[in-house]
């Protein structure tokens, strides 16, 4: 399909020389001699751009201009006028007019201007396409209570421009959360800049916030540019701003107090224009009383809180989530499309989830890699997503304190024990050992002589 352009002006030679040579050029066009038809053509038929005469009898050229971006902001006008001075120009520029081009009219010009105004409204609907993509990737998935009320919390301060702070256990979707109230905000066009704090070295921390100039300390060989101005107009997200340390959270408190910064090594203030979004793992109130976080600086950031819940407190999203992390993976490679048996969907309800949404998606992850089976059974998982034998078994309900003998029910307690600790540490022989109060070296021989027993 040919674009489709609006021409509208009271002149009948003008209105004729434009149709003749945009018929030339493969567009479509539609005549309007004043304001008032103009609007009813863009309600009846939607062109793609209007050319838009300011001088004419009735409704004027600024007066339509208005009308058409009240109710069709996605059509580009083009302002062509006889009269044209730079007030008028600012004016339909404010107004939203993409480009003012005067009398007598220059045909290469206007050409080259609807082109320009038509590639930058295809570049509108392919930002309006990704962002919508990226709302959906980072859409906080289930239908439980606790997550319809987050959805409703994220819409709701999304429309704001007020600052958040984010509270939740590791793995429950915080930076999901930040994201999408970003996309959904009116500052969605600009940049979001994510801050780890738990990552920045102490001696760059600033400079990695405010920026530097050139020669401000031993290294600095050209300027460079901080955070906060790299998300100007944006949003800066601080992800586990509790391990920012206290020099440092002193320094963007006057910020955020201020709203100005200095570049280290610059005496220039620069004005700060952004929306802050921090979210934290910890109970901040008690890193208050341990003297490790700024009272003052929690209050500051502390306008909306958000807390996300736990996995464990939603698991009627768990079915959810396992299709949707299926499909996901199916899109990489079609040829391994799994899914699970009811059995092992149910034993996944039942496991308490210490890594939350994260644990589970790497879960799907391992299964779907490692096993060749299309259909997991409740059999293919891994300890201690699914009740040992020893604990608990799905036909008669045996549980611990069934079994009879001493020695295979201490047995089967050191098993699930050991195992779930192991999965709250990553795995990590070393860190577990140190948790549980044994040497390593022991640990290592006590999952070995368990295993055997299996």
Known sequence: MFPSILIVDDEPTIQQSL???????????????????????IQAE?????????????????????????ENPHIQVIIITGHGTIETAVK?????????????????????????????????EENKYLRKKAIEKNSINGNSAAILALKNQILTVAATDKWVLITGENGTGKELVARTIHQLSNR?????????????????????????????????????????????????????????SLSTQS????????????????????????????????NLQVEISNGTFREDLFYRLNVIPIKVPPLRGRKEDIPTLIDIFLDDLAKENPSNKKKFEPEAIKYLCNYEWPGNVREL??????????????????????????????????HNGDSLFSITNFKKARKAFEKEFLNRKLLQYNNNVSATARAIGAGRSYLQKKIKDLNKST
């Open 188 to 244: 969605a066009t600009k940049p979001l800049i994510t801050v780890n704090c738990a990552a920045i070295p102490e001696d760059l921390i600033e400079s990695e916030l405010f920026g530097h100039e050139k020669g401000a300390f031993a290294g600095a060989k050209t300027k460079k540019r901080g955070q906060f101005e790299l998300a100007a107009d944006g949003t800066i997200f601080f992800d586990e701003i509790c391990d920012m």
């Open 92 to 124: 339909a520029t404010k107004l939203g007019a993409f480009d003012l081009i005067e009398k007598p009219l220059s045909f290469d010009k206007i050409i080259v201007s609807i082109s320009n105004a038509l590639n930058f409204r295809r570049l509108e």
């Open 46 to 70: 939607s062109p793609d751009l209007v050319l838009l005469d300011i001088w004419m009898p009735g409704i004027d050229g600024i007066e339509t201009l208005k009308e058409i971006k009240k």
């Open 251 to 282: 320094k963007l408190l006057r910020v955020l107090e201020e709203k100005k910064f200095q570049r280290v090594g610059s005496s220039r203030f620069l004005d700060m224009n952004v929306r802050i979004i921090a979210a934290s793992n910890h």
């Open 361 to 394: 998606k790497n879960l799907i992850e391992r299964l779907c890699i490692m096993l060749k089976n299309d259909t997991i059974s409740g059999d293919d998982l891994p300890l201690p997503y699914k009740p040992s034998s020893e604990i608990q078994t799905e």
């Open 19 to 41: 149709s003749g040579i945009l018929s030339d050029e493969g567009f479509e066009t539609l005549i309007a001699s004043n304001g008032y038809e103009a609007l009813q053509i």
